[in-house]
């Protein structure tokens, strides 16, 4: 999914009562469809402000195929549920789903925004309701399938694992913890010049008690570099000990 987030609130004093500014605590979120199969989030939010409409009916968010647009804040109630001053126009957030355009990425992009809405409430899919519970007015009409709300209770099922992996990321996948063998010809480290003055220097430093006490590194080190013993590999597993004991 893939949607941009636009906050385009009606004015407070657009006409019909739309807006009606009263404070909400809302209490659960209501889908809905359109029931224009040709209007996008943008006419949708249009309407509410167009000048012809004469009705009182509102809701807070529209959502297509490409963006969601909010309308009024949800700390507002609407006019959507069609049941008064019921809990579903006053303690209920409500969000149309329009047909338009690319459906499937627009049930994606709802499936995506309402688990995040749910989440940040700290909300479960029983706070979903559809219109219906309300008013039993057949919608989201597009999920009533004669009856048996099959797809609502689809897109429930699906908001409800999309709110799962909110809430559970998936870990990154652990690294696999590098091996050192010291088996077979493995190479041994050479070094020269000054860099090999500077290792010396550095070995007798990290492997002395007097100076580390219990912290320091085993002279076994040491001596290995002395004797042209150490490896390759052990000269990274040398680094790693250095590490490990902050030193
Ligand atoms: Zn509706």
Same mark, same amino acid.
């Given at each position: 999914m893939s949607y941009e987030y636009i906050i385009d609130h009606i004015p407070m004093n657009t006409p019909n009562d739309r807006r009606p500014a009263d404070r909400m605590v809302a209490e659960t979120i209501t889908l809905h469809n359109t029931g224009n199969e040709k209007?996008?989030?943008?006419?949708?939010?249009n309407?509410?402000?167009?000048?012809?409409?004469?009705?009182?009916? %509102?809701?807070?968010?529209?959502? /297509?195929? +490409?963006?969601?647009?909010?309308? =009024?804040? /949800?700390?507002?109630?609407?006019?959507?549920? !069609?049941?008064?001053?019921?809990? !579903?126009?006053? &303690? %209920?957030?409500?969000?149309?789903?329009c047909e338009s355009g690319n459906y499937a990425l627009t049930i994606e992009n709802t499936i995506d925004h309402v688990a995040k809405m749910l989440h940040e409430r700290n909300w479960g899919v029983d706070? *979903?309701?559809?219109?219906?519970?309300? %008013?039993?007015?057949?919608?989201?009409? *597009?999920?009533? /399938?004669? !009856?048996?709300?099959a797809t609502w209770k689809l897109l429930v099922? &699906?908001? /409800?694992?999309?709110?799962?992996? =909110? +809430?559970?990321?998936?870990?990154p996948v652990a690294k696999e913890t590098p091996t050192v063998t010291n088996e077979g010809d493995e190479n041994i480290m050479k070094v020269s010049g000054a860099l090999h003055q500077i290792m010396l220097?550095? =070995?007798?430093?990290?492997?002395?008690?007097? +100076?580390?006490?219990?912290?320091? =590194? %085993? &002279?076994i080190w040491l001596t290995k570099y002395v004797n042209g013993e150490l490896t390759n590999s052990e000269a990274i597993a040398l680094l790693f000990a250095i590490r490990a004991k902050n030193i």
């Open positions: 209007s996008s989030a943008r006419n949708e939010r309407w509410l402000t167009n000048p012809s409409n004469d009705r009182t009916a %509102s809701f807070h968010k529209a959502i /297509d195929e +490409k963006e969601i647009i909010e309308c =009024l804040p /949800d700390n507002e109630h609407a006019w959507a549920a !069609g049941d008064g001053r019921g809990d !579903g126009n006053m &303690k %209920s957030i409500h969000i149309e789903i706070k *979903l309701r559809r219109h219906w519970d309300w %008013s039993r007015k057949i919608c989201p009409r *597009l999920m009533y /399938d004669g !009856g048996s709300w099922s &699906k908001i /409800d694992a999309r709110l799962s992996e =909110l +809430k559970n990321p998936p870990k220097q550095q =070995l007798e430093e990290i492997t002395s008690v007097e +100076k580390y006490g219990k912290t320091a =590194l %085993s &002279k």
